[in-house]
């Protein structure tokens, strides 16, 4: 992975990561065990969903630079829906919390958001490759007399 792509997946990882130690001990006071557990699951479910999406929507603009804006929306979309899923499926779970579980996510989600979009703005991403390193002039046009 290029250090730019590692660089951002760090800095939106991080602060999730940071957000959902919070929530596991704000959860484990107020909830007990298993609120404490339901933070923590629904921590590992937003740091994997949107860290392997990011990953793909990285690897995609490398390889195909046109679907890169097409790929991101349905990359989001997707993402969004498995979440919908996540939380409709453990919704009567006994093994945690689910209301401390969908609020985990739902912050969570919102701080990786967050994060990657002030990663992106903080990027220095060059939108024009820079000249060549043998100073490869171009061809003038017109005559040379």
Known sequence: MPSNDART???????TVAAGVIAIAVSAVVAGGKGALGAVFGTLVVVLFMGIGLVVLQRTAKKYPHLFQAMGL???????????????????TTFFD?????????A???????AQA????KAK???VEPDGANGDKTQKAGSSA
């Open 9 to 15: 997946l760090l800095n939106t990882a991080v602060p």
């Open 98 to 106: 689910s209301k401390v579980f969908a609020l985990t996510l739902l």
């Open 108 to 114: 969570t989600t919102i701080v990786w958001v967050a």
């Open 74 to 92: 349905m990359l989001y979309m997707a993402q969004l829906l498995l979440l919908f899923v996540f939380l409709s499926v453990f919704k009567d």
């Open 125 to 127: 991403i060059l939108y």
């Open 118 to 121: 002030r990663a992106y703005m």
